[in-house]
C-alpha cells in the first residue's frame, strides 16, 4: 500500500509538466494552422492507435526503460552518471561482436552477447567511477566527455576493421547476426521483442533491491546525505562504484537488446541518433527515479515519439513537435529541481529558529 | 506603575495548533525580563509576533499607551524594538561601522560620510560601555565582539526595547559574563530588555522578572528574589526534576587508549593527544569550540585521516581503520551537529533509526533487512525515550521532528549498539529540560553497566555533572586534567582560555 501511495505521490507532479507539455505543444500546432485536436488524435493513434502501433511503442520504449532504470540508481546514490550513450554504444558493439564471433551454440551466444555486453557497459562507467574516487575528478563532467570516446570509437571499429564489407557496403554496420541470436519477437510481425521483457524485469528487480535490500538502503542514505552515510558506516566509494558499475550495464543492456532484438547488427550512429540516452535521462528525472514510475514514464515519452511520427505522416504538423513537448517537460522538471533545492536551503535556514 | 510594553492576551493558532494560548507579558522601563520555557514552549512565536514576523490570531501589542500593529519588522523598529538574532546578521567582508549603519547612513549629499558614522559608533560604544573596534572588519571579530556589533546596531536604529534570543548559547564563559554585565549597563541606562532562553542560572544573574512558558500557555511570571532555579525549571517541565542515578564504582581497565594523536591540515589541528578512558568511566572534554575535538572525534571514529599516533580500541588498534570496522570493534558516535551528521532530514524517523543496522544479523536475512523485526526495536526507543514522532510515527520526516526529539532518537540509535564505547559529542545541545534528564541519566546508567563514554561538551554545567574525569582542550592540546573531585567551573574556564591551573594534575598521567 505505502509503495503504491509512494509511487502515486512521485506521478502527481510528472503528470502536471505533461499536461502543460502538451498545452504548449498545442500553441504550436495553432501557430501551424492545424487542428489541435485533430492533431493530438493522429499522435494517439500514432502512439496506441492499433496493436502494431502500441507494440512499436512498446519497443521503443525499452531502450529508453533500461536506460532510464540504470539512471535512476546512480541519481539515487547522489551520483550523476551521464554517459549512458556511451556506456549503450560500448556495450551493443561488444555485444555485438560477440555474437558475430563467438564460436559456440546460438542459446549461449546469446547469452554470453547479453552478459558481455553489459559488463562493456558497467567497466565503462566503473571507469570515471575510479576517477572520482581516485582524483576527485568529478563524474558530472568524466562520464559526458566518456560518451565521445565511446561513441567515436565503437564508430571507427564498424568503419574499419569489423565492417560489413558483404553487401552494397555504403553504411558503417557489422555483418548481419545468424538468426539463432536473435531475441525473438513477442508477437509475431509485431517489432516488440524479449528485450521489453527483460526491462520489465529489470525494473521489478530494481525496485526490490532499493526496497528491501541494505544495499538499496545505502544507496538511498548516500544520496539524501553522504555525511550520515559515512557516519554509520557506509563506505561511500564501494556504493558509488557498484552503482556506476549496475548503471552501466543496464545501459550496456539497453545497447545490447536493441542490436539483438531490433537492428540485428550494429549500424553507426543507430542508437544515437533516436537518443536514446537523453530520453532515458528524461523518463528517469520524469518518474523521479521510482522504478515502476519508469516504466510508465519510458513508455509515455516513448509514445511521443511514435505519435510524431504518426502526425507527422498524416498532417503538415513537424515531428519537431515531440521536441518541443520534450523541451517543456525538461524545463518544468528542471523547475521542480530547482524548487526542491530552494525548499532545502529554506528549511535549513529555518533551523535557526528552532531553539526558541 | 505604567509599562513601556504590554502583550496582552496574545493567541496565535496554526490551523488546531494553539503556538500562543493567551500570553500576557510585561516589560518596564529599565527592566531585564527573560522568557524561559523548553523547545516549543511559544518563546519564539511571542517574539515573532513583537517583531512584526508573525500576525496574531488575537490579543493586543501596547505601547506605552498606545496599541500597535506591525505589518512587518520595520514596524518595530520604528516603534524602538530591536531584535538581535541567535544566528547573526552580518556582512564579514564590511566593517564594524559599515555594518552598523547599514540602511540609516549618515549622508550628505547622497555621500556616506564614514567618518561622522564611525564617530558615533565610538560614541554608541562608550555610551552603553559595549567595547568595539569601530574599524575592524566584522570577519576578523570573535563571536563575542560579532553579537555586540549586532546589540550596537539595534541601539543605532534607536531600540528601547531590545529582544535577545538565545544571546549566550554560541559563547564562552568569559563572554558571556561579559554579555551579562552589558545587560546589566543596558537596563541600568533606561533600555529594557527581553532575554530569551534556556539557561536558568544565567537567568538568575541578570533578569529582573522570569515568564516562563510550558505548551504555549504562562505558567507563571515571578520576580527574581522569590524564585530559584529549581523552582523555575518545576515550572518550565510542570514536574519535578529527578536526580540522577548514582554513580557506581568500578574497577577499571583501560578501553580506549589514544597515543600522540596528531591532525594536521594546513595547521596542526590536533597535537600531540594522549589519554585512556577505561570501563565504567565519563571521561569529559571541556574546551571553546574550535580547539580540536571535532578532529578528535572524527580521527577516533574514522571519518578524518590520522598522521601521527595510534588509537587502541578494546586492546585492538583501530587507527586509520574503516568507520564500518571502528564501529564492529566497539564504538557508537552521538555526533555533534545532528544534522550534518545524524541525519537525513527527508528519510523517515525508521529509515535514520536504521543506519548501523541494515546488515546486522538481527535484521537481515537473506538479502532482505527484516523491517518488522526492526520497526519492534525502534518503537521500543520511541516508547523509552519519550520521543514524540508526529502524526506518522515511524514514517514521519526525521526534519519534522523538533531537535530534543531527534537527538533523542540520534542517542537511542547509538546507545541501541550496545558498544563498549561510546562518543557523546554535545549530546544535549539545543535540547530542552525533559530530554536532557533522559540522555544525563542514560549516559549514567551505561557507564554504570561499565561501558566507557567520551563526552565532549561546550556546556560546562553538564561536564561537571557527568564526568568521573575532565580534559580540557586548548589548540588542538590538552591543556590540562581535572579528577571530578577537584574540577570547578572556575578551574576549567582558566584552561579552557589558555591559562594553568596551579594544583592541578597537569597532564600527569
Not at chain 2, 503556538?19 to 518596564?28: E, G, P, T
Not at chain 2, 571530578?484 to 591551573?501: C, D, F, N, W
Request: aromatic fraction near 8%; charged fraction near 20%; include cysteine.
Amino acid at each position: 500500500m505505502a509503495a503504491v501511495k509512494e509511487l502515486g505521490k512521485s506521478l502527481v507532479q510528472p503528470l502536471l509538466a505533461v499536461v502543460i507539455g502538451l498545452l504548449t505543444g498545442a500553441l504550436v500546432i495553432a501557430a501551424v494552422g492545424e487542428s489541435i485536436v485533430g492533431t493530438y488524435q493522429e499522435m494517439w493513434k500514432g502512439a496506441f492507435g492499433s496493436f502494431y502501433f502500441f507494440t512499436s511503442t512498446l519497443a521503443r520504449a525499452t531502450p529508453i526503460m533500461l536506460i532510464a532504470l540504470g539512471l535512476s540508481l546512480a541519481f539515487r546514490a547522489g551520483v550523476f552518471n551521464l554517459g549512458a550513450e556511451g556506456q549503450m554504444v560500448l556495450g551493443a558493439i561488444s555485444a555485438t561482436l560477440v555474437a558475430v564471433y563467438l564460436p559456440a551454440p546460438g542459446m549461449i551466444k546469446l547469452v554470453a552477447a547479453i552478459l558481455t555486453g553489459m559488463a562493456v557497459g558497467g567497466f565503462w562507467a566503473l571507469i570515471p567511477g575510479f576517477m572520482e574516487a581516485r582524483f576527485r575528478i568529478p563524474l558530472l563532467i568524466s562520464t559526458l566527455l566518456f560518451n565521445y570516446i565511446a561513441v567515436l570509437f565503437a564508430s571507427y571499429l564498424v568503419t574499419e576493421p569489423f565492417r560489413d564489407r558483404t553487401g552494397s557496403a555504403a553504411l558503417s554496420q557489422t555483418v548481419m547476426l545468424d538468426k539463432s541470436v536473435w531475441l525473438p519477437k513477442l508477437f509475431a510481425g509485431m517489432s516488440v521483442h524479449a528485450g521489453f521483457i527483460l526491462a520489465i524485469i529489470a525494473a521489478l528487480v530494481l525496485f526490490w533491491v532499493i526496497r528491501y535490500t541494505p544495499f538499496g538502503y545505502e544507496v538511498k542514505m548516500l544520496g539524501q546525505n553522504p555525511l550520515f552515510a559515512q557516519y554509520g558506516g557506509i563506505n561511500r566509494i564501494k556504493v558509488m562504484l557498484t552503482g556506476m558499475f549496475a548503471s552501466g550495464g543496464l545501459a550496456g543492456l539497453a545497447g545490447t537488446v536493441e542490436v539483438l532484438g531490433a537492428h540485428y547488427r550494429f549500424v553507426d550512429g543507430a542508437l544515437t541518433v533516436p537518443n536514446f540516452a537523453w530520453t532515458g535521462l528524461m523518463a528517469t528525472l520524469l518518474a523521479n527515479s521510482n522504478p515502476i514510475g519508469i516504466i510508465i514514464t519510458s513508455i509515455l515519452l516513448a509514445a511521443f515519439q511514435t505519435g510524431a511520427m504518426g502526425v507527422e505522416r498524416n498532417t503538415d504538423v513537424p515531428l519537431e513537435l515531440a521536441s518541443v513537448i520534450q523541451a517543456v517537460l525538461i524545463l518544468f522538471i528542471s523547475a521542480k529541481f530547482s524548487y526542491d533545492w530552494w525548499k532545502k536551503r529554506k528549511t535549513k535556514g529555518g533551523e535557526s529558529h528552532g531553539a526558541a | 506603575m505604567a509599562y513601556r510594553l504590554e502583550m496582552r492576551d496574545m493567541t496565535k493558532k496554526y490551523g488546531n495548533f494553539i503556538a500562543n494560548d493567551k500570553v500576557s507579558f510585561s516589560l518596564a522601563a529599565g527592566e531585564v525580563h527573560a522568557i524561559v520555557g523548553e523547545n516549543g514552549a511559544g518563546k519564539t512565536t511571542l517574539m515573532r509576533m513583537l517583531y512584526g514576523m508573525e500576525q496574531p490570531t488575537s490579543g493586543d501589542i501596547v505601547l506605552g499607551d498606545k496599541k500597535v500593529t506591525f505589518r512587518g519588522p520595520e514596524d518595530a523598529i520604528q516603534s524602538g524594538i530591536g531584535m538581535v538574532h541567535q544566528h547573526f546578521m552580518l556582512f564579514g567582508e564590511f566593517t564594524v561601522t559599515e555594518n552598523i549603519v547599514i540602511g540609516y547612513e549618515p549622508k550628505q549629499a547622497g555621500f556616506f560620510k564614514r567618518k561622522e558614522a564611525v564617530e558615533k559608533v565610538r560614541l554608541l560604544s562608550e555610551q552603553y560601555r559595549i567595547p568595539i573596534d569601530a574599524q575592524a572588519q566584522v570577519s576578523s571579530c570573535s563571536i563575542g565582539e560579532q553579537q555586540r556589533v549586532e546589540i550596537l546596531k539595534v541601539l543605532y536604529q534607536g531600540a528601547d526595547i531590545i529582544v535577545l534570543d538565545e544571546p549566550t548559547a554560541v559563547l564562552t564563559p568569559l563572554e558571556v559574563r561579559e554579555l551579562l554585565q552589558t545587560i546589566r549597563n543596558l537596563a541600568q541606562s533606561g533600555k529594557s530588555v527581553i532575554l530569551i532562553t534556556h539557561k536558568l542560572q544565567e537567568v538568575m544573574e541578570v533578569a529582573d522578572r522570569i515568564t516562563v512558558l510550558r505548551g504555549g500557555k504562562v505558567t507563571g511570571t515571578v520576580s527574581r528574589e522569590e524564585t530559584n532555579v529549581d523552582d523555575l525549571a518545576r515550572l518550565m517541565v510542570g514536574r519535578e526534576l529527578q536526580e540522577l542515578s548514582e554513580r557506581v564504582a568500578l574497577e577499571r581497565g583501560p578501553l580506549l587508549q589514544v597515543e600522540n594523536l596528531t591532525v594536521r591540515e594546513k595547521q596542526t589541528l590536533l597535537d600531540q593527544v594522549s589519554f585512556t578512558v577505561h570501563h565504567g568511566e565519563i571521561v569529559g572534554i571541556a574546551g571553546v569550540s574550535g580547539n580540536g575535538q571535532s578532529e578528535l572525534l572524527q580521527a577516533l571514529s574514522g571519518l578524518r585521516t590520522a598522521g601521527e599516533g595510534s588509537i587502541r580500541l578494546g586492546g585492538k588498534d583501530v587507527t586509520n581503520q574503516s568507520v564500518a570496522t571502528i564501529r564492529r570493534t566497539g564504538l557508537a558516535h552521538i555526533p555533534e551537529d545532528r544534522y550534518m551528521w545524524g541525519t537525513a532530514k527527508l528519510e523517515s524517523v525508521e529509515e535514520n533509526a536504521l543506519m548501523g543496522y541494515q546488515r546486522k544479523p538481527e535484521y537481515y536475512r537473506r538479502g532482505i533487512v527484516k523491517r518488522e523485526a526492526f520497526r519492534q526495536v525502534v518503537r521500543g526507543w520511541v516508547e523509552r525515550f519519550a520521543i514524540k514522532t508526529g502524526s506518522r510515527q515511524l514514517q514521519e520526516l526525521a526534519g519534522n521532528l523538533s531537535g530534543g526529539n531527534l537527538q533523542k532518537l540520534i542517542v537511542a540509535r547509538e546507545l541501541g549498539q550496545e558498544t563498549p564505547f561510546l562518543i557523546a559529542a554535545e549530546p544535549t545541545r539545543g535540547v530542552d529540560i525533559g530530554a536532557m534528564e533522559y540522555i544525563h541519566q542514560a549516559l549514567i546508567e551505561k557507564r554504570n553497566q561499565g561501558d566507557g563514554i567520551l563526552l565532549v561538551s561546550s556546556e560546562l554545567s553538564e561536564i561537571l555533572a557527568l564526568s568521573d574525569r575532565i580534559l580540557v582542550m586548548y589548540k588542538g592540546k590538552i591543556a590540562g586534567e581535572l579528577a571530578r573531585s577537584e574540577a570547578t567551573e572556575e578551574k576549567i574556564s582558566v584552561l579552557m582560555a589558555g591559562g594553568s591551573v596551579h594544583g592541578s594534575s597537569q597532564r600527569a598521567r
